[in-house]
């Protein structure tokens, strides 16, 4: 089996060392942007619209109904923190793509996918004028997406608009692993995702909405009622957002599992350090494997390094001890020297990990319950900082039993297939896994396991 570049050019033990002593087990983001503390569900209430769940797809859900109708009585209920979870812990790249890229919406909705983008650039162009309308403090730079071949196999890969060669591609980002690269200036944000967090929320209570944190829903009953351990809420309609948790809804349990992503954040880079690499358009980038990495400077000029190892652990459950794996960011350390050799030295003063919401078709799907008043927007794979805002929609649509130009959607109305119950999940998430490690060690070839679940509509190439 060959070997890639980051395992011909690994970093030495030292500087591994050195980068990883003394950051934090904590995620950059919500350290540097902490909201403030909201009250505990308690008591009897009612509302037009409950909605379960505080990141990206619940507030945002929050401030679209208001939007569509402000006097509607809405109420957020949040397990824990707003954005701690995955909303809290991403890259911050908001893409237009709805589909987890054009491929995979190509390959599941080939007629339909022309409309994915267009209504997925809308949506990208919508959540910059609501940062502009509301004044959101969010680092948001529409900077576009930088895709790096650093294996020859890729460079099959490149094509379309925006192809560069090597020297091109050094020329934006110098990194002496890049062969050639893929510039996309209009479809790709950056955001500070607490920030981005923090804010929807603000907005959603100066609309009017009634945030409740620490307030984990722990039934929904007919009615409906949604239940915490010290209150209720009889609610008109409710909107599940609960994403890669315990899904409220029996039929949901084997839809989503958690699959483990890890990042380091670190220390601001110096002037000098800076110009070695340029990167003066500050594009989100991201290399071409099938585990790959992705990487960006943040407001502060700090460079935000993850990806790669993708964990599943048996159970599928989310867990704080899941976070400390020492070789998963050992590995990320030794990456981010291998691509910029320029930053040897550097310490990271964050090192976190995150639950990917996996859908087996990669990309969100939509329901109902309870004869259409429950929704749900779940599954985005690890690309909903933009698609949240799109499914929140498309729950309103739902909800308010509207045939949309979203709710016609044959990706909106087809529900993906489940996966199946442990043992099988740990065996065949497992098995893809080191299937996808092994194509990257291959020249990219696809062993018989991928090209089956690829003939079933289950194959993913990032
Ligand atoms: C490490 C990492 C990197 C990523 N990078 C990117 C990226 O660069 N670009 C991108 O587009 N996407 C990225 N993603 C994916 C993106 O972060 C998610 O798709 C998005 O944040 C999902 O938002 P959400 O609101 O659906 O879920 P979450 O942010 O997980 O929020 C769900 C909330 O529901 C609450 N909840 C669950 N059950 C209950 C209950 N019973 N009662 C009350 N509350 C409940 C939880 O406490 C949680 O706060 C990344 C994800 C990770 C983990």
């Given amino acids: 089996m060959g070997t890639t570049v980051f395992e011909r050019h690994p970093a030495a033990a030292s500087s591994i060392a050195t980068m990883l002593e003394g950051s934090r087990l904590d995620p950059f983001w919500t350290d540097d942007a902490p909201g403030p503390e909201r009250p505990r569900l308690s008591g009897s209430h009612r509302a037009d619209l409950v909605i379960v769940g505080g990141g990206y797809s619940g507030l ?11 006097h509607l009585d809405v109420v957020l209920l949040e397990g824990r923190r707003v954005g701690w979870a995955a909303s809290g812990r991403n890259g911050g790249f908001c893409e ?3 589909t987890h890229g054009r491929e995979n919406g190509e390959s599941r909705w080939p007629d339909e996918i022309d409309e994915l983008d267009r209504l997925g650039m809308e949506n990208l162009d919508q959540i910059e004028a609501t940062v502009g309308r509301y004044s959101m403090d969010v680092d948001w730079q529409r900077a576009g997406a930088l895709a790096v071949a650093v294996e020859p196999h890729q460079l099959e890969w490149l094509e379309g608009d925006g192809v560069l060669d090597a020297e091109a591609t050094r020329a934006l980002v110098n ?5 050639g690269g893929q510039l996309s200036p209009d479809d790709t944000a950056l955001v500070h995702p607490g920030k981005l967090a923090r804010e929807l929320a603000r907005v959603a209570e100066q609309l009017g909405v009634r945030i409740f944190e620490r307030s984990p829903v722990t039934a929904l009953e007919d009615g409906p009622v949604v239940r915490t351990r010290d209150g209720h809420v009889r609610a008109g309609k409710v909107a599940l957002a ?9 039929r949901n349990r084997l839809m989503t599992v958690p ?4 990042a380091l954040m670190t220390e601001p880079l110096t002037p000098a350090q800076l110009a070695e690499i340029g990167w003066e358009g500050r594009q989100g980038v991201a290399d071409m494997a099938n585990q790959f990495h992705y990487y960006r400077l943040t407001a502060d000029d700090r460079l935000l390094f993850g990806g790669y190892d993708a964990i599943y652990h048996a159970g599928g459950r989310v867990k704080a001890s899941y976070q400390d794996r020492r070789e998963s960011y050992e590995k990320l350390a030794s990456h981010l020297l291998t691509t910029f050799p320029q930053l040897d030295g550097i310490r990271a003063t964050h090192r976190w990990a995150g639950a990917i919401d996996t859908s087996t078709r990669f990309c969100a799907f939509w329901g109902t319950a309870r004869g259409g008043d429950v929704a749900y927007s779940l599954g985005f794979t690890g690309l ?5 805002r799109f499914g929140a929609n498309v729950m309103l649509d739902l909800l308010a039993g509207e045939q949309t130009e979203r709710t016609r959607l044959r990706m909106v109305q087809e529900r993906p297939l489940p996966f199946p119950p442990e043992p ?14 092994r194509a990257d060690h291959r020249e990219g070839r696809r062993n018989l396991l991928l090209r089956g679940l690829d003939a079933v509509g289950l194959g993913f190439d990032s």
């Fill in 60 to 70: 945002w859900t929050a401030v679209l109904a208001k939007e569509r109708d402000p």
């Fill in 96 to 98: 237009a793509s709805l």
């Fill in 175 to 179: 990194s002496p692993t890049y062969l």
């Fill in 242 to 250: 609960t994403n890669v948790f315990t899904s409220l809804l029996k």
């Fill in 259 to 262: 699959v483990y992503d890890y």
């Fill in 384 to 388: 909903g900082v933009g698609a949240t």
């Fill in 424 to 437: 099988v999940a740990s065996l065949g998430i497992n098995a893809t896994r080191w299937s996808l490690d």
